[in-house]
């Protein structure tokens, strides 16, 4: 292990991708990236165990702030799991899914290619994501160190020695506060043969697939990560089974979004399975996965395949903590902290997807804010109780607050707004329209989407909105946010300056109605 | 002219779209279609002489309120020009612009075709269209006589007899105000041959193109329209010339937002000539358009083609109200209205286009709004002086607030936020990336987006927000609320919830500046 101190030295970003390449590929390449200021005398004020989005993000708050932090990171870059092999592959998969949705759907028609019974090559869009990884990395490396001014020390392994203590290639740092940072892993799956080669979940999808998978795709689980992963392999015309042992995607919280989700889905092929439990994975003679057996309600039932995906959501690393240092855990495993971001072991605090779930970029980065926030002094507070979220099937599909079923439950008067509107016509009605889905509209009008707002027509206020499309995720961040003010109204929509044809309808549909006393529904 | 009474009729939206397919085809068909309420003896509150999105809004937002209105539209159907033949189609044309884009960047790769010199049918583009606007169409008629329990007559030119009097189909309506809502139309183009067969605006592009363009196309007019159009018919393979009087894209606040735009619009081939004075339109043997001739700051040259396309922006439809009522015009032709929308003659409203620039949805129908409140009794000021806007080129622009040059004019001091960095890299960065730009932003990450808050440094205000990507129009909606109640600071936008990986990077990029006392760029 050598030490490569780049403290007084300026990488620009094409020089980074080149370093982190080859430290990534060459496992005697084992230089430790060291950028630590040694003429600063201060304590730390937090070392951060990780360097993924939580830990990033509390050090460059806490560094902003005037403290003094360190990342120590066992890979070498900073941003986690999420751009290397967690949920920036997933959109790049994504994206391929709408599109090839799209060129199937217009299979012959204008420019479009005839898609008819092809199959597209599955290995090319990993390699194409594994390829171009590192250019992320670089920008985390150089931005952290070039413009956030963060001391970090990287590819190497930090130990736990007290919560004052972390040792790391050979050298004893200390500090006011341990921050633990060392995010989830793919959840295990418990039955013979999930070890085969074949069987892949996000992580080693990424890292280890070396073949072109062939005509039939199972997928395990129904939940974020199983539907999106399953989506993608659909759309490259793979015959995709998805064996669900519950119903899939219960976290979409309204119901007609979660079915016109899940129709869209069965009706570009994906075979959904509820009720089923995989017995068996079988290898073939050379040992690689060939066949999963699974008993579903009808029956035992066998499927061949050479391409297994478990999408059985993720698991927090938080055993190292728990033993070396004692934090407690949930019964879910899950560090256990206070609106503060502190464990049960005082002056150690844990974030990001040690805390469970949500296992969401927003959450990992606002942590590792209000740790570093309140280790520097500051009093506060920090629940994620209530969030916008979203996930991708060959759509985007978004949404925040109750699902119509619940509000009804829970709500005297609520009225809905949404698109297509209800009529005799069902979902063949042109509209939602927008861009990215003017093509369904003017040739599949049923494939254009689905949108609604559950409204209580007693306070007028928005109690959950929730969209199916394209181009509306990021819209979601800044209603929820005039939602989180206090509530939004059909009135306050109906103020607001649209931007036609906006993906999101909400703002001229409530206009339509804000005028009446009485709210009702359109 | 005989009267077709569906006042006592359900008509659903299928039986409306070959209703107005009808209509619309065949010239001999002059039923009016007669949606009056003659059980109802008020007299009317207000007359809505137009039918398009300010007088359908309007007229939605009065008798929600329990007043009694009546539209009188000349075409078939409601909804106005934008889904007949303006803002509607350009959203059709600049989705295929955009995936053109991807198909030729990816030309042969992955499930892409080869595109490689492909000029692909402009036609069978305009066709779609043409084939599928009467779904809109109907969605309007079915929906405002259905939902929104509105009066209308359509299908009959309306004639103003005086402030309280309008004659349709030979009877007359008396009202208490009368609204003009009467639209816009392309402004015609003033040089020798504009009128020749193969020169096209919006409108006429979808109601008259019969033949497939050649291989080169001349755009006249630099502005919003001119760009949606050049960028689509670049898009297909043509080449495009567009010629420019002044500056293209003046309309983008800011300068590297707008460079961006136009620089990737030239990488695909635009050929934008500023300072070009077309002189003459000159027709072939057949009278068709055959060559265009203008000045350049370099000299005279002519362009041979067989399409040209006029993107010259609209004027306003006030004359003939101007004449029988007398209202006051400005200079430009737009309706001089107060903040209650009131003409300078007593009862009479106007709206919508009517009233010059902005011509766009959002002031179409809040006008409508605001005038029905006044004309209802309630005590309002709409003025539209601040309001988020956006544009197509191959990609979506969004914009609202200050660019950085007027921002560092008139505020001391100015910080930006934005990706991709300010590095030596320049655009050769992997970020931005979100949905839709995940293949650039791996294969070809300058085309990728770029993205800039402009903020003042001591109030930690944003001042401008800039976007050119995808899938952050909708966003800007809800963005700009934020802005408009009283500022969003980087410290607000800090604490937001992003739903990564999100088109505006502005939560995240804001949360990394946001612990510090002194603002910096990033």
């Given at each position: ?26 496992a ?36 902003a ?49 005839d ?14 994501f ?30 736990i ?7 790391v ?20 799956f ?8 074949g ?5 080693t ?64 092929g ?162 939602p ?23 209580d ?28 003010r ?8 109906a ?28």
């Amino acid at each position: 292990m050598t030490t490569w101190d780049i403290r007084d030295s300026y990488l620009g970003i094409g020089q980074w991708e080149r370093e982190i390449e080859h430290l990534l590929d060459h496992a005697d390449d084992d230089r430790v990236v060291w950028n630590v200021d040694d003429t600063d005398t201060r304590e730390y004020d937090a070392i951060f165990l990780g360097g993924g989005a939580a830990g990033r993000f509390g050090s460059a708050f806490l560094r902003a702030r005037g403290g003094r932090q360190l990342i120590i990171e066992r890979w070498p870059f900073l941003g986690g799991s999420c751009p290397h092999n967690a949920c920036v592959p997933h959109h790049l998969f994504s994206e391929v899914a709408a599109e090839l949705m799209l060129a199937r759907t217009f299979s012959g028609r204008f420019w479009f290619p005839d898609m008819d019974g092809r199959i597209t090559s599955l290995k090319e869009i990993v390699d194409l994501f594994r390829a171009g990884r590192v250019a992320p990395h670089a920008i985390m490396n150089f931005q952290s160190k070039e413009q956030l001014d963060l001391e970090y020390v990287l590819n190497a392994e930090g130990t736990i020695v007290g919560p004052h203590t972390v040792e790391v290639a050979g050298r004893r740092f200390t500090t006011r506060k341990l921050v633990l940072a060392m995010g989830s892993r793919p959840r295990p799956f418990d039955v013979p043969g999930a070890d085969l080669p074949g069987v892949f979940d996000y992580e080693t999808l990424v890292e280890d697939l070396d073949y072109e998978p062939g005509d039939t795709v199972v997928v395990v689980g129904g939940s974020k990560t199983a539907v999106e992963y399953g989506s993608f392999f659909s759309a490259t015309g793979r015959r995709t089974i998805m064996l669900v042992r519950d119903r899939p995607l219960k976290i979409v919280p309204d119901g007609e979004t979660r079915r016109y989700a899940l129709d869209r889905m069965r009706e570009q092929g994906v075979e959904i399975v509820e009720g089923a439990e995989v017995t068996e994975v079988v290898g073939g003679p050379t040992g690689h996965v060939s066949t999963v057996r699974y008993l579903a309600p009808d029956g035992a039932h066998s499927v061949d395949t050479d391409f297994v995906f478990l999408g059985l959501g993720e698991l927090p690393n938080t055993e190292v903590a728990a033993e070396t240092l004692g934090i407690k855990l949930d019964a879910k495993g899950s560090a256990i902290v206070n609106p503060q971001m502190q464990t049960s072991v005082p002056d150690v605090y844990a974030i990001g997807d040690m805390l469970g779930a949500p296992m969401e970029m927003f959450k990992a980065r606002k942590s590792g804010m209000y740790a570093s926030r309140h280790i520097m002094g500051e009093d506060v507070h920090y629940v994620y109780d209530e969030y916008p979220d979203f996930l991708h099937t060959h759509y985007e599909v978004t949404w925040f607050g109750l699902g119509e079923e619940q509000a009804r439950e829970t709500h005297d008067a609520v009225i809905t707004i949404k698109m297509p509107p209800d009529t005799e016509h069902g979902l063949d009605v042109a509209l939602p329209a927008t861009d990215r889905t003017m093509l369904y509209a003017f040739a599949k009008p049923h494939m254009s989407g689905f949108q609604k707002l559950v409204v209580d027509a007693t306070t007028r206020r928005v109690l959950g909105a929730h969209h199916v499309g394209y181009g509306a995720k990021d819209a979601f961040q800044y209603l929820f946010e005039l939602h989180r003010r206090g509530g939004i109204t059909v009135d306050q929509l109906a103020e607001m300056d649209e931007l036609f044809l906006n993906p999101t309808h909400f703002i001229q549909l409530s206009r339509l109605r804000a005028g009446a006393a009485d709210l009702r529904d359109l």
